[in-house]
């Protein structure tokens, strides 16, 4: 089973006013996403991985405690993610809906600790990864960060949002002012009807 590559759900312009630019996302989406669909389709052609489903392929191929992963994780991890990243973004972001806003005072105390706490993760990820709030294996939620494509299949968790702190994330838009950009992605960007829905 080829993969393909998810349209947007939205115009490469449509998040620019809230601080992503059409270039970016061009960037992001069209060149780096495609780059892991087809390479992902490259590795697993001709294998036992060949007709499995994406979330098969990520946690059939993490290996707990490893340096690196090997290129089919890598590639099938990084689509994962970036599939769940574009929808957990809109162009008009909206209010938090209440029982996402209850279950988040509730674990972090108020909105503004959770939006603290998350952006303070991201900036200390050391080089490339991402940044999640998850409903753990307990059904609790916490934030966590993972590094390179890792994701919170690997972990047994459920993923309710996740940024992207790769460089190319947040290059053209912010240079390389990671705090910057994981403050503007929480306050413009997310979908928070997206991440309610995850529940």
């Not at 996302?25 to 590795?43: C, F, G, I, P, S």
């Not at 600790?113 to 753990?136: H, I, M, P, T, Y």
């Not at 059904?139 to 993923?159: D, F, M, R, S, Y």
């Amino acid at each position: 089973m080829a993969f393909t590559l998810p349209d947007l759900p939205y115009s490469h312009d449509a998040l620019a006013s809230g601080g992503m630019s059409k270039e970016t996302l061009e960037y992001h989406h069209d060149k780096h996403h495609k780059a892991y669909v087809d390479k992902l389709n490259e590795l697993i052609a001709g294998t036992e991985w060949e007709n499995a489903s994406l979330e098969e392929i990520v946690k059939g191929n993490y290996k707990e405690g490893a340096v690196a992963q090997n290129g089919i994780f890598n590639n099938a991890s990084q689509h994962w993610n970036h599939a769940q990243f574009w929808e957990m973004m809109g162009p008009n972001p909206g209010k938090m809906p209440g029982n996402l806003e209850s279950a988040i005072t509730e674990s972090f105390g108020s909105v503004a600790d959770f939006k603290k706490k998350f952006a303070s993760e991201g900036v200390a990820q050391f080089g490339s990864g991402w940044v999640w709030l998850v409903r753990n294996s307990q059904g609790g939620l916490e934030i966590t960060k993972t590094e390179n494509g890792v994701n919170p299949l690997c972990k047994g968790q459920t993923a309710l949002l996740g940024c992207d702190v790769w460089e190319h994330s947040y290059y053209i838009d912010f240079r390389n002012a990671r705090p910057k950009y994981l403050e503007n992605f929480l306050e413009n960007l997310v979908n928070w009807e997206n991440v309610a829905s995850r529940m």
